[in-house]
Each structure stands twice: as structure tokens, then as C-alpha cells.
């Protein structure tokens, strides 16, 4: 059965820093996953922050730019988010994602593998 869990998250001041892992069990090939974090804040619609490729390419949502780094660690199954110089719009549920193709990881719709979220909190 293949889990994917967040951690990390939790209450920041605006300024600060949190950093998000995504760790994976009984997922084959993680390597050859593309993955992704997603983040819905109340009201909202879910919206893509960051996307690694196979190839540890990267890419982010323009609002997130220069403040947020994705990055995974194959040998450990796990993918990282670091996020700084927060901000209360950032506030949200964040969700990690993978799957072996990345249209759906653009698209966000049926993307294989979800994880539960968790909550990142920015006051001001």
C-alpha cells in the first residue's frame, strides 16, 4: 500500500521559515515518480506550488518564486519543501503528490498518489 506523509508543518510568524517533508512507503521506482506540492487555503481552489521532475528539474507557482525550494532525496524516498520568507497568504493545506507522469502533476486532477496535508499557518 503506498503512503505518502507529510510533516512539518505548523504556525510561523510572517518572515519565517518552515521546511515540509514528504516521506513514501510502499511506492516502487520513487525515483521515477514525478512529485509535487499542492496547497488549498479555505475557500480556495487547490493550487500547484512546486514540481520536481525525474531529472530533479524544477519548477514553481510565480507567487512562490525565489522564497520556496522543492528538492528530493531518491535514496530516502522522501521529498522536500523549504519554504521562507512566509507569508499570511501562504497559509494553506499542503499537499505532496507523485506520479509517473507529469500532465497529471500539471493538471492536478489525477495525480496517483496524494498525501493527507498539513497545515502551514503564517501569522502577521
Known amino acids: 500500500q503506498v503512503q505518502l506523509v507529510e510533516s512539518g508543518g505548523g504556525l510561523v510568524q510572517a518572515g519565517g521559515s518552515l521546511r515540509l517533508s514528504c516521506a513514501a512507503s510502499?511506492?516502487?521506482?520513487?525515483?521515477?515518480?514525478?512529485m509535487c506540492w499542492y496547497r488549498q487555503a479555505p475557500g480556495k481552489q487547490r493550487e500547484l506550488v512546486a514540481d520536481?521532475?525525474?531529472?530533479?528539474?524544477?519548477n514553481y507557482a510565480d507567487s512562490v518564486k525565489g522564497r520556496f525550494t522543492i528538492s528530493r532525496d531518491n535514496a530516502k524516498n522522501t521529498m522536500y519543501l523549504q519554504m521562507n520568507s512566509l507569508k499570511p497568504e501562504d497559509t494553506a493545506v499542503y499537499y505532496c503528490?507523485?506520479?509517473?507522469?507529469?500532465?497529471?502533476?500539471?493538471?492536478?486532477?489525477?495525480?496517483?498518489?496524494w498525501g493527507q496535508g498539513t497545515q502551514v499557518t503564517v501569522s502577521s
Open positions: 510502499g511506492i516502487n521506482f520513487f525515483s521515477r515518480k514525478y
Open positions: 520536481i521532475t525525474t531529472d530533479g528539474s524544477t
Open positions: 503528490g507523485a506520479d509517473p507522469y507529469r500532465r497529471s502533476i500539471l493538471r492536478g486532477t489525477s495525480i496517483d498518489y
